[in-house]
């Protein structure tokens, strides 16, 4: 079976066509621009991607070797209803649908029990956490998570193996398109509000997410949050529970509160003691773009709603005390609408911030463009005075080499992908 995957360079799309590939799938792809995930991917293989999408294209693409199907992004019907790789699968009868769909059938067929990691916050360490654990342990595991780890592929398909780790995105309803063995719940507070208009409507999501896990592990906070009624089908942690400090030494506590989770919640999966889940938790080295060093003292972290950004800041402050420089570029100009109050002193304890143009994805258009100096606006006033509007340019390059001089921990709260803050790091400061 021919599959082509449009959105190939995203972090959802991106380790699913992988996992398409190693599953034995002849497997093409395009995306709207190049990035370095894209040289990744092919660097495993996938050799057939190109960084165009028209209709043309794909009618070459089809005529080399018939598609069967094709899988797109979420974000893809959204920005683009009419988008000419969709209409060309209508107009040659190509099964096509979302990311979900095709997983969905895989786990069928290959008979997987999936570990769902679901939430606002937190997914991706949680997701990579529960990995490293069955790659510690030797348990044959299949996965895909949403950003690069260092001791595995973003997406792996593991012949033989009994269950598959997934990262499942609340971003239009995709985690409602599964029935997980088990669900892990990171954190829950409100976000897309391009899907979920209301707090109730998000929350409400989660209700039926959890409504159809055979069994699901959730803190305290989302016990409450929700409303749900203790069952044999839940399992609920304290987030205070002075045993989390006790056992678990990694930096930071959304880090050590995510492995106390994950060790809580595969004892049972793995037949392991919580002891020693928490042991090799202990030894995780992290995940790329997640408080992932650059250079020695210049961090990016992919942190972008408030709850995400207090926990990197958290870290940040936990490693280098009151000498923290951010740098913030907004994930998309919608939601810095969204958290305008959360911004106003989201700040106020670092040393310095400069603000980068937002990175610009599934915009609603009707709203104006928040730039820089905009976002410095809806600052506080204590905030404001150790804020500056910037751009990715020298004169940022020069800003951030001398706070790396003066022995201050910069960190870069980016969205990643071609043209964002954390492409730029990279070009300028590890070339």
């Not at 751009?391 to 020069?398: G, I, K, M, P, T």
């Amino acid at each position: 079976m021919h599959v082509f995957f449009s959105g190939i360079g995203g972090t959802g799309i991106g380790p699913l066509a992988l996992i398409a590939h190693e599953a034995g799938f002849e497997v093409s792809g395009s995306d709207k621009q190049d990035s370095r995930y894209i040289h990744y991917l092919k660097e495993k293989g996938l050799t057939d991607i190109a960084t165009i999408q028209t209709y043309d294209h794909m009618s070459e693409v089809h005529a080399d070797n018939p598609i069967d199907w094709l899988v797109y992004t979420s974000a893809l019907p959204i920005e683009h209803p009419d988008a000419p790789e969709i209409q060309f699968a209508r107009d040659n009868n190509i099964r096509a649908g979302k990311r979900d769909d095709f997983l969905n059938m895989l786990l069928t067929e290959k008979q997987l029990r999936l570990i769902a990691i679901a939430g606002t916050h937190g997914k991706t360490t949680t997701t990579a956490m529960a990995i490293w654990v069955f790659k510690q342990l030797g348990i044959p595991v299949g996965y895909s998570v949403g950003a690069k780890i260092s001791f595995g592929d973003m997406g792996h398909y593991e012949p033989g193996s009994k269950y598959f780790v997934y990262e499942a995105d609340e971003f239009d309803r995709n985690f409602l398109s599964f029935r997980p063995y088990l669900s892990i719940i990171t954190g829950i507070d409100w976000d897309h509000p391009d899907i979920y208009p209301t707090r109730s409507s998000y929350n409400e999501a989660f209700h039926t997410f959890l409504g159809q896990s055979e069994k699901s592990i959730l803190w305290q906070g989302d016990v409450e949050r929700l409303g749900i009624s203790k069952s044999d089908q839940y399992s609920f942690l304290d987030e205070n529970d002075v045993e989390i400090s006790n056992n678990v030494t990694l930096a930071g506590k959304v880090n050590r509160l995510d492995a106390w989770e994950v060790a809580q919640s595969l004892t049972e999966v793995t037949g392991k003691p919580l002891v020693e889940l928490v042991e090799q938790l202990n030894k995780f080295p992290g995940v790329s773009r997640r408080f992932e060093q650059i250079v020695p003292n210049l961090y990016s972290d992919y942190a972008h709603t408030p709850p995400k950004i207090l926990g990197a800041l958290q870290l940040a402050h936990e490693t280098a005390g009151e000498n923290v420089v951010v740098v913030y570029e907004g994930l998309h100009n919608t939601r810095q609408h969204f958290i305008k109050e959360d911004l106003k002193s989201l700040f106020k304890g670092v040393k310095q911030l400069y603000v980068v143009p937002s990175y610009l994805a599934r915009e609603d258009k009707n709203l104006s463009l928040l730039t820089p100096s905009d976002i410095k606006d809806l600052l506080d006033s204590e905030s404001q005075a150790h804020t500056v509007a910037s751009e990715l340019d020298a004169s940022l390059h020069e800003a951030i080499a001398n706070h790396l001089k003066d022995g201050d921990l910069v960190i870069c709260l980016t969205a990643g992908g071609g043209g964002s803050l954390d492409e730029w790091l990279r070009q300028e400061f590890q070339s």
